[in-house]
């Protein structure tokens, strides 16, 4: 069985930063892309950030370049995703999803974890 299990959200300020993590299990996380998307009230699901964890490529939403930076542990099979500089409309539901190469449909993904940005 897959899982994905996020932790870290929380309530920040703006300009502040926060760290999430995903713990994934049940699938060959070497060779595989995990990633985070986000989905606000009202708004569409945004795909964030993804890294293909067998060469290390990333992918960032211009939304986010600059601030976020995803990063992995193949020794613990996690994932991270390091938040710098949040702006309000960082405010959302974090979903560590997997896989994220451009033209795949996300298969799986994790109970979510809420990212608050106050102004």
């Known amino acids: 069985e897959v899982q994905l299990v996020e932790s870290g959200g929380g309530l920040v300020q703006a300009g502040g930063s926060l760290r999430l993590s995903c713990a994934a299990s049940?699938?060959?996380?070497?060779?595989?892309?995990i990633g985070w998307f986000r989905q606000a009230p009202g708004k569409e699901r945004e795909g964030v950030v993804c890294?293909?964890?067998?060469?290390?490529?990333?992918y960032y939403a211009d939304s986010v370049k600059g601030r976020f930076t995803i990063s992995k542990d193949s020794a613990k099979n996690t994932v991270y995703l390091q938040m710098n500089s949040l702006k309000p409309e960082d405010t959302a539901v974090y979903y560590c999803?997997?896989?994220?190469?451009?033209?795949?449909?996300?298969?799986?993904w994790g109970q979510g974890t809420q990212v608050t940005v106050s102004s």
């Open positions: 999803a997997g896989p994220c190469w451009t033209g795949y449909e996300y298969e799986y």
């Open positions: 049940g699938l060959a996380f070497d060779d595989y892309a």
């Open positions: 890294i293909s964890i067998s060469d290390g490529s990333t």
